[in-house]
């Protein structure tokens, strides 16, 4: 799933290409994937891009959104003859041709190009609403972690409050939003504290290292553009990011860590795979 430095990605390269097209025609291809009236976009034209937990917001002069969430498999492409703009999940055979059978939804623009959503697993969504509807979906989630609502105080006061593992909640999106399996594996170890760890039991200096370690993996993050293990996506469109060539632990049981030498081990957490360091990790 693309966590937040990859659709911090996707929002900045589409930025650089979507603001003052119109929208010119809608084509639903998976009526789950699309919610709202097309009707509403047509002859609408996009102002900006923006970006609130992973869900993208594409805002229009008309006072509507196309907020789109990419969820597991996902992409957001504009596409010409000549570019192809954007990102998401990173498999390069969806996008070599367009529309592809993961085509769940294309728009044509005034420029020419066109703006394609492809999603395999058919989770991610195209929802059209107004302002109210759109606060009302992102108050679901607590603040951005790259943003200054989310401030040490807010998350020291929230640990002593949860008796589940510290990476559980680092993950829950109505604590904060945007760090995913990646960034919160990166971030433990940085702070050499073990994934299991009960929240509560966190003491302050421990929740404080967490704290800006959580925040400096997510603007490194960003700053590589993400993180993407499908060379072929490399290779092909240029789209990736770097971050994988800087991960110490995702992904890595079974080689050394970086720091004792140890190997790198998985376990199983709250449904998902934690990678950690048991000699570094306390």
Request: aromatic residues 8%; proline residues 4%.
């Amino acid at each position: 799933m693309p966590e937040l430095p990859e659709v911090e990605t996707v929002v900045s390269r589409l930025n650089e290409v979507l603001p003052n097209n119109v929208i010119k025609n809608v084509v639903v291809l998976r009526d789950k994937s699309f919610q709202g009236k097309v009707d509403d976009l047509i002859g609408s034209t996009i102002e900006s891009v923006s970006r609130r937990a992973k869900i993208i917001s594409i805002n229009l002069d008309n006072g509507l959104r196309i907020l789109v969430h990419l969820k597991m498999t996902g992409q957001l492409i504009y596409s010409s003859e000549e570019k192809k703009i954007g990102g998401g999940h990173p498999t390069s055979d969806w996008i070599k041709d367009l529309p592809s059978k993961h085509t769940r939804i294309e728009a044509t623009l005034s420029d020419g190009k066109k703006l394609f959503f492809n999603d395999m697993r058919v989770f991610g969504w195209w929802k059209v609403v107004d302002d109210i509807l759109a606060k009302k979906e992102f108050d679901k989630y607590g603040p951005d972690v790259n943003t200054d609502g989310f401030g040490l105080k807010y998350f020291l006061e929230r640990l002593p409050k949860r008796n589940i593992s510290i990476k559980q909640v680092v993950m829950d999106n109505k604590v904060v939003a945007g760090i995913g399996n990646i960034y919160a594996s990166e971030a433990l170890f940085l702070a050499g504290i073990h994934p299991e760890r009960k929240a509560s039991g966190l003491s302050k200096k421990e929740a404080k290292k967490l704290f800006y370690l959580l925040k400096e993996v997510i603007e490194d993050g960003i700053k590589s553009g993400g993180t993407t293990f499908d060379g072929k996506y490399v290779d092909i469109y240029g789209f990736s990011g770097s971050y994988q060539d800087k991960l110490r632990v995702y992904g890595q049981e079974g080689e050394p860590c970086l720091v004792c030498k140890n190997p790198v081990e998985k376990i199983k957490l709250g449904g998902r795979g934690s990678y950690y360091c048991r000699v570094c990790q306390k």
